[in-house]
């Protein structure tokens, strides 16, 4: 039984969210947690979900899918740090730079007053991530689930999800795109060779999507209509405003400006609080992008011209300030981060000083991440949508450029300004309580695991440490401040070391809480003994066993292998060479150091003093205020006047609606499970609301597979013989697959999609199941060949069940014997007690007739070559004719047909056409002896 759940505070808040997929009851999934970034209480409803999660999973780096990741692990450090997350390498990376971005903009880091962690506390938890690649084969819970992960082509690293348990497979796809784009390869779901599904995505148990649609332009159309946007921006003077999302499609838009501009003298601009990292990460995970791209950069490096490498974050120029875009005159291109526009994002500071240009152009590429709460992004794209469809006649379409004059309320929207006096003493104070506290407990957790090791110590450790010649086993606890270093070490050994660890507990608590006031450097060894011993030059015993078999000591080849000559002088003159520097910069003391500083290039430099100004928790601290009168910009009554123009072209990386058809007919889900379109608050108006339209589109689809249905029944006449009915063999039973309807589940808030579930009424309502094969079984078996493809083998046996819960019930009913979490097992039974049995049963009418009307399934897939040599053979007249049609004896036709735009060689139907008569039965026996029955 598979279940899924959307998890909200409540039906109609989606302030906190995440996606629960449990599997029997009893292993259950997390994933993509997310955050509006307002109410930090919100999360608390999660306590009680987490308890029972067994590992948590992020499919993108970007807010809408990873925001809510750090929450939960502030709100409840203990429970997050029991639970296995997993991610791929590009999403930890980015991740980081994604929640830096975001809850810096939301107030919640860096050197603001409300700011509730610093950034050394979100590497911690991301480093706690364990890292995937792409095909990786995952085996979690005692090796019951697989878990595999899959490009999506969304985002750079971003994944969907295969999760198998026994019978049921799950496919978690909440954002994909299914085209290549500048630089990422198109999702996974097809074969790149043959296009083709990929035959471990066929017929999942559900499939699980978004329904926030793509563009149905295509992409080279759309990518051409946004360079031409920007380059009437440019050369009518005015600013192309990006706003994006720095982890997401920021690396498609900056490839596409790289690559359009050609080292052309056009500034770029970047605002971000997070500086040129994100370059610095992509220039790093080349591997991950396309091919295309790879080459781009193997070229640049073999011929020296490092100018052309992609992602080098010296191609932007960065900004300290967004108001220094008022004195950036002339024409400019501005990427800016968050895509929201959102009150704190840099995107939103770059709105007010540029949306008063009527030259400037905002260029939108993606809806909001959060529209259900009604971002200034969403009241724009609403508005573009509207001034589109009134200039096109009704019709919208992507790269229209609007002009833009509204009045826009801001009354929400803060500014910062520097803290003074109690204010700003309250706050130092506060985080230095709180780097103290974060000190000591790392202190506290390794002294108690040294605590709990200190048992493997053996008694002549004691003894050997009482005579002075022991070596005292140390770790080191570091924290690293502006100017302070902590090394703490603990040596755990002999049978007091609670007793004198707690008595100078005190002594050690003291000694650090003085040091960090007077703001000194410390650097403590500590040992169980108060006192510490003498310091002196390290000297590691060497613990090396002398190995010996039958011949005596066995000898190391190593030990006497001669080394080259010239490989000694180079390693001496490295080290030599080495030796010189670092005497000289001993030497040269606060010079050197300049000299170092100096290497630096001027980005690198205001680089760094970005980082530092905006992350640096006690770096001039601020407070966030309304706007008011001693704003920056002219206007006084919190309403921003606009006069500029507006665009919006679809660059998101998500799966048009067409796409998203072919590809599920393609992969043929027994259960398609929709999202909520969160880009949107509309819930009845499909021109915005994504769901209403995949709802209708799929709706269609099914009225459209009716339809053909019908075709194919008449292609199962008396008068045409398929291989549909073949298959069926003298039952008239229908295979598998033909005419299944896929059910579509719409999700909704707190509300529990079921799949699989047990009769409630203690039937059996299996649909499917694994059954183990016993070793005795296995041994016997005579596998047949069929095509080449096929092994099939008879058996004879009789199912066994088990269920580990049974004698825990009290009424035991059909329910409680079979039901998702039973073990079926298939023993063995000899032939003859077989056929014994089936007699005994049969004697009575009604098992006689189920007997003999049960259904058989046929295996095995029919080509028509082989089916002409086969036919050939008994000395028929088979050839091929006009269309692939195979002619018998100029009496009968064989030809294949396709009844959905998705079949092919291996799904498509056999249809004799002719009069029934002797040759039809030789040509159906032909057919039936290809496939094999069970």
């Keep these: 039984m598979f279940t899924f759940t959307l998890l909200t505070p409540s039906a109609s808040d989606f302030s906190f969210r995440a996606a629960l997929l449990s599997f029997d009851n009893e292993f259950r999934v997390l994933a993509d947690p997310s955050w509006n970034g307002k109410d930090v209480n919100s999360v608390m409803f999660m306590e009680q979900h987490l308890r029972n999660t067994n590992i948590i999973l992020l499919s993108h780096s970007t807010p809408e899918f990873i925001s809510g990741y750090v929450l939960m692990c502030l709100k409840f450090p203990n429970l997050m740090a029991n639970i296995q997350v997993?991610?791929?390498?590009?999403?930890?990376?980015?991740?980081?730079?994604?929640?830096?971005?975001?809850?810096?903009?939301?107030?919640?880091?860096?050197?603001?007053?409300?700011?509730?962690?610093?950034?050394?506390?979100?590497?911690?938890?991301?480093?706690?991530?364990?890292?995937?690649?792409?095909?990786?084969?995952?085996?979690?819970?005692?090796?019951?689930?697989?878990?595999?992960?899959?490009?999506?082509?969304?985002?750079?690293?971003?994944?969907?999800?295969?999760?198998?348990?026994?019978?049921?497979?799950?496919?978690?796809?909440?954002?994909?795109?299914?085209?290549?784009?500048?630089?990422?390869?198109?999702?996974?779901?097809?074969?790149?060779?043959?296009?083709?599904?990929?035959?471990?995505?066929?017929?999942?148990?559900?499939?699980?999507?978004?329904?926030?649609?793509?563009?149905?332009?295509?992409?080279?159309?759309?990518?051409?209509?946004?360079?031409?946007?920007?380059?009437?921006?440019?050369?009518?003077?005015?600013?192309?405003?990006?706003?994006?999302?720095?982890?997401?499609?920021?690396?498609?838009?900056?490839?596409?400006?790289?690559?359009?501009?050609?080292?052309?003298?056009?500034?770029?601009?970047?605002?971000?609080?997070?500086?040129?990292?994100?370059?610095?990460?992509?220039?790093?995970?080349?591997?991950?992008?396309?091919?295309?791209?790879?080459?781009?950069?193997?070229?640049?490096?073999?011929?020296?011209?490092?100018?052309?490498?992609?992602?080098?974050?010296?191609?932007?120029?960065?900004?300290?300030?967004?108001?220094?875009?008022?004195?950036?005159?002339?024409?400019?291109?501005?990427?800016?981060?968050?895509?929201?526009?959102?009150?704190?994002?840099?995107?939103?500071?770059?709105?007010?000083?540029?949306?008063?240009?009527?030259?400037?152009?905002?260029?939108?590429?993606?809806?909001?991440?959060?529209?259900?709460?009604?971002?200034?992004?969403?009241?724009?794209?609403?508005?573009?949508?509207?001034?589109?469809?009134?200039?096109?006649?009704?019709?919208?379409?992507?790269?229209?450029?609007?002009?833009?004059?509204?009045?826009?309320?801001?009354?929400?929207?803060?500014?910062?300004?520097?803290?003074?006096?109690?204010?700003?003493?309250?706050?130092?104070?506060?985080?230095?309580?709180?780097?103290?506290?974060?000190?000591?407990?790392?202190?506290?957790?390794?002294?108690?695991?040294?605590?709990?090791?200190?048992?493997?110590?053996?008694?002549?450790?004691?003894?050997?440490?009482?005579?002075?010649?022991?070596?005292?086993?140390?770790?080191?606890?570091?924290?690293?401040?502006?100017?302070?270093?902590?090394?703490?070490?603990?040596?755990?050994?002999?049978?007091?070391?609670?007793?004198?660890?707690?008595?100078?507990?005190?002594?050690?608590?003291?000694h650090i809480k003085q040091s960090l006031e007077e703001n000194r450097p410390l650097d403590l060894k500590i040992t169980y003994k108060l006192k510490p011993r003498q310091a002196m030059f390290p000297y590691f015993i060497n613990t090396h066993k002398q190995k010996f078999d039958d011949y005596g000591e066995v000898i190391d080849v190593k030990d006497f292998q001669k080394t080259d000559e010239v490989n000694n002088n180079k390693i001496i003159l490295e080290g030599k060479k080495k030796f010189e520097q670092n005497d000289r910069r001993k030497y040269n003391g606060k010079k050197s150091q300049r000299h170092q500083i100096s290497k630096l290039t001027p980005q690198e430099l205001l680089n760094n003093q970005l980082l530092e100004k905006y992350l640096d928790t006690l770096f001039a601290p601020r407070r966030r205020v309304p706007l008011g009168a001693a704003s920056t910009y002219s206007n006084t009554n919190q309403q921003l006047k606009v006069r500029c123009g507006l665009s919006f072209v679809d660059l998101s990386g998500l799966v048009d609606i067409r796409s998203l058809g072919v590809i599920v007919s393609s992969l043929k889900p027994s259960n398609l499970l929709l999202l909520p379109d969160f880009t949107t608050d509309e819930s009845n108006n499909a021109e915005y609301n994504g769901l209403i339209g995949v709802q209708s589109f799929f709706s269609s689809q099914q009225e459209d597979q009716k339809q053909e249905d019908t075709k194919k029944n008449v292609y199962n006449s008396s008068r045409y013989m398929s291989l549909s009915s073949i298959r069926s063999g003298l039952s008239g039973f229908v295979s598998y697959g033909a005419g299944n309807k896929m059910n579509i589940l719409v999700v909704n808030s707190k509300e529990t999609i079921k799949i699989g579930t047990d009769s409630d009424a203690g039937g059996i309502s299996l649909s499917n199941f694994e059954v183990n094969l016993d070793d005795n079984i296995i041994e016997d078996l005579k596998w047949q060949s069929i095509d080449g493809n096929y092994r099939v083998a008879q058996l004879y046996g009789e199912l066994e069940i088990h269920n580990q819960d049974l004698s825990k019930k009290r009424h035991r009913e059909v329910g409680d014997y079979i039901n998702s979490s039973t073990l079926f097992t298939l023993k063995k039974v000899k032939k003859e007690d077989f056929i014994r049995r089936q007699a005994a049963v049969a004697e009575d009418v009604k098992n006689s007739l189920l007997l003999s009307s049960g259904p058989k399934l046929a295996i095995g897939n029919i080509a028509l070559p082989d089916l002409k040599k086969k036919l050939v053979s008994k000395n028929l007249n088979a050839e091929f004719k006009s269309e692939g049609t195979l002619v018998v004896n100029d009496k009968l036709a064989i030809r294949k047909v396709a009844y959905g735009a998705v079949d092919t060689d291996d799904t498509g139907d056999i249809v004799i056409e002719g009069n029934v008569g002797p040759l039809y039965y030789v040509v159906k026996d032909c057919i039936r002896e290809m496939l094999a029955y069970v």
């Design 86 to 510: 997993y991610s791929t390498l590009p999403v930890n990376q980015l991740g980081r730079l994604s929640t830096v971005e975001f809850y810096r903009a939301n107030g919640m880091l860096g050197p603001l007053n409300t700011a509730l962690l610093e950034l050394d506390e979100v590497d911690e938890w991301f480093d706690k991530i364990s890292l995937l690649k792409y095909l990786q084969i995952l085996n979690v819970f005692d090796n019951k689930v697989v878990i595999t992960p899959y490009n999506a082509g969304h985002t750079l690293g971003g994944t969907f999800w295969l999760i198998t348990k026994r019978s049921d497979r799950v496919i978690y796809a909440p954002a994909w795109n299914h085209s290549k784009d500048s630089f990422l390869n198109g999702a996974s779901f097809l074969s790149s060779s043959s296009g083709n599904p990929l035959s471990q995505l066929l017929r999942p148990t559900a499939f699980i999507t978004s329904t926030d649609m793509g563009s149905v332009m295509s992409h080279k159309k759309r990518t051409e209509k946004f360079l031409q946007l920007v380059d009437a921006t440019l050369a009518n003077g005015g600013a192309a405003v990006i706003p994006t999302s720095l982890s997401g499609r920021f690396l498609e838009l900056f490839h596409l400006i790289d690559e359009h501009l050609q080292g052309a003298p056009i500034p770029v601009y970047f605002l971000s609080y997070s500086g040129t990292k994100v370059l610095s990460y992509a220039s790093n995970l080349i591997d991950w992008m396309s091919s295309s791209v790879q080459s781009q950069w193997e070229e640049a490096e073999s011929s020296t011209n490092y100018k052309n490498l992609p992602f080098d974050p010296s191609k932007v120029d960065l900004l300290l300030s967004p108001e220094e875009l008022i004195q950036l005159s002339g024409p400019k291109i501005v990427f800016c981060s968050g895509i929201d526009l959102r009150n704190g994002e840099l995107s939103a500071e770059a709105f007010q000083y540029l949306c008063q240009d009527e030259k400037s152009t905002i260029l939108l590429t993606e809806k909001s991440l959060f529209g259900v709460d009604e971002t200034l992004n969403t009241v724009l794209y609403k508005e573009w949508h509207s001034l589109t469809k009134q200039k096109l006649g009704g019709k919208v379409e992507d790269g229209v450029a609007v002009p833009l004059e509204r009045v826009f309320s801001i009354d929400d929207w803060t500014r910062e300004e520097n803290l003074s006096g109690t204010a700003l003493t309250d706050f130092q104070e506060r985080i230095a309580v709180r780097r103290k506290e974060k000190l000591l407990a790392k202190v506290r957790d390794r002294k108690n695991q040294n605590l709990l090791n200190s048992d493997l110590v053996g008694e002549e450790d004691s003894s050997e440490d009482e005579d002075g010649n022991s070596s005292d086993e140390e770790t080191k606890v570091s924290e690293t401040t502006e100017t302070t270093t902590v090394v703490a070490s603990t040596v755990a050994s002999g049978p007091s070391v609670a007793d004198e660890l707690a008595a100078h507990e005190a002594f050690i608590t003291d």
